[in-house]
């Protein structure tokens, strides 16, 4: 079992860069795939990309591709999530979430609370 927390949320320009990370509490992440997603208010929860921590590995749904880059961090043990040039659209929850399973797998077995992005045109 591994606790998640995210962070790095907040206020943000359009056309700016945030960097969210994602931290797992009391151990290093393994052999998890390490999974970023997003929820927007009326939206279902929307894939965004993973990245293997043993072997870093990445994969990302195909609406991101080119301006978000998922990326491990060994020193502080996180998972990070850029964006660049953010969009209103960008704007939602992002959750941070663990499996074991395959890299192309959408279905994680622990999530973490959340952080708030908003986007300001």
């Known amino acids: 079992q591994v606790q998640l927390a995210e962070s790095g949320g907040g206020l943000v320009q359009a056309g700016g860069s945030l960097r969210l990370s994602c931290a797992a509490s009391g151990r290093t992440f393994g052999n998890y795939l390490v999974g970023w997603f997003r929820q927007a208010p009326g939206k279902e929860r929307e894939f965004l990309a993973a990245i293997r921590w043993s072997s870093g590995r990445t994969y990302y749904a195909d609406s991101v591709k080119g301006r978000f880059t998922i990326s491990r961090d060994n020193a502080k043990n996180t998972v990070n999530l850029e964006i660049d040039v953010l969009k209103p659209e960008d704007m939602a929850v992002y959750y941070c979430?663990?499996?074991?399973?395959?890299?192309?797998?959408?279905?994680?077995?622990?999530w973490g609370q959340g952080t708030q992005v908003t986007v300001s045109s």
């Open positions: 979430a663990a499996t074991y399973g395959g890299l192309t797998t959408t279905t994680y077995d622990y």
